[in-house]
């Protein structure tokens, strides 16, 4: 097995772009979602509430982020690594971010019709991976769903692909990693895997929602809940209903490219 592809989502819930090569550091793959938008609570918000977050396509260049959307003036603003703090929650965990100000919070808000702030990842934020899953006490994750790296099959996404009407692009399943010539849904199985140098757990096989379902180019939701309704038919387990990939926490931080060599136990 190899690596077929890597992508990085700078902003939770936006568009990715594909990798050559990535530095991961202790917290993943590096400004993999660092940044987030959050509701006037400091709640996470996420396709789940506003799929038009597809459409956004963020890149981020040092501590410069560019964000852009059709019909609309681009967003460039120099990040605030350090700025003012607020409190922010992701599925229940609260911690805190940097607050990346009144012009960015204008742009999106105006971007996605509801009020939304952008919030950075800073140097007093900090999120334990959920220690029911967590290989280390001390493995932390940044504005994740919840762990540090995603990895999915090509091989699964084709006997998906096989069983649905029409055909649909990895993209629909946001992974960080891509693997090539593996048996479909072998992931399930995985215990350990080996990416190049690098050494991750798999820990947790990623559970799905509805996001599966939103066109990521265009942000519409598809009629029929499709793939999530053809997954759940044949891939669920009690208590994480429809899954597909696995999630996974590194041993120590490294580098990965595509073409890497994949090995699993």
Same mark, same amino acid.
């Given at each position: ?19 050559? /090569?990535?530095?991961? =550091? ?10 987030? %938008?959050? $509701?006037?609570?400091? !709640? ?17 260049d040092g501590n410069r982020l560019t964000v852009r959307v059709a019909g609309a003036k681009p967003l460039l603003i120099e990040i605030d690594p350090s700025g003012h703090e ?54 932390? /994750?940044?504005?994740? =769903? ?10 699964? %996404?084709? $006997?998906?692909?096989? !069983? ?33 140098t690098m050494t991750f757990d798999a820990v947790k096989p990623c559970a799905r929602c509805l996001v599966t379902t939103t066109d990521q180019r265009t942000g519409a939701r ?38 890497? /060599?994949?090995?699993?136990?």
């Amino acid at each position: 097995m190899h690596v077929a592809s890597l992508y990085r989502y700078p902003i939770k819930g936006c568009r990715g772009h594909a990798l050559d /090569t990535t530095v991961l =550091d202790a917290l993943g793959f590096e400004r993999d979602r660092r940044l987030m %938008l959050v $509701d006037p609570s400091g !709640r996470f918000v996420s396709q789940r509430e506003e799929p038009l977050l597809a459409t956004l396509e963020p890149e981020l260049d040092g501590n410069r982020l560019t964000v852009r959307v059709a019909g609309a003036k681009p967003l460039l603003i120099e990040i605030d690594p350090s700025g003012h703090e607020v409190g922010v929650s992701v599925w229940g965990q609260e911690f805190q971010a940097v607050d990346q100000g009144e012009r960015a919070a204008e742009w999106f808000s105006d971007a996605v019709g509801s009020a939304l702030r952008l919030v950075w990842y800073g140097p007093s934020s900090r999120r334990l991976i959920d220690p029911t899953y967590s290989p280390r006490a001390d493995a932390a /994750t940044a504005f994740t =769903d919840g762990y540090q790296v995603l990895v999915v099959q090509q091989a699964s %996404l084709d $006997d998906l692909n096989a !069983r649905l009407p029409e055909p649909i692009p990895m993209e629909r399943f946001r992974p960080n990693i891509v693997v090539r010539g593996g048996t479909a849904w072998d992931e399930d199985g995985w215990k350990e895997l080996r990416v190049g140098t690098m050494t991750f757990d798999a820990v947790k096989p990623c559970a799905r929602c509805l996001v599966t379902t939103t066109d990521q180019r265009t942000g519409a939701r598809h009629p029929h809940q499709e793939p999530l309704r053809t997954l759940a038919s044949f891939r669920t387990l009690p208590g994480f209903g429809a899954i597909f990939g696995q999630n996974l926490v590194m041993r120590a931080p490294g580098t990965l490219s595509v073409g890497d /060599t994949v090995s699993a136990t």
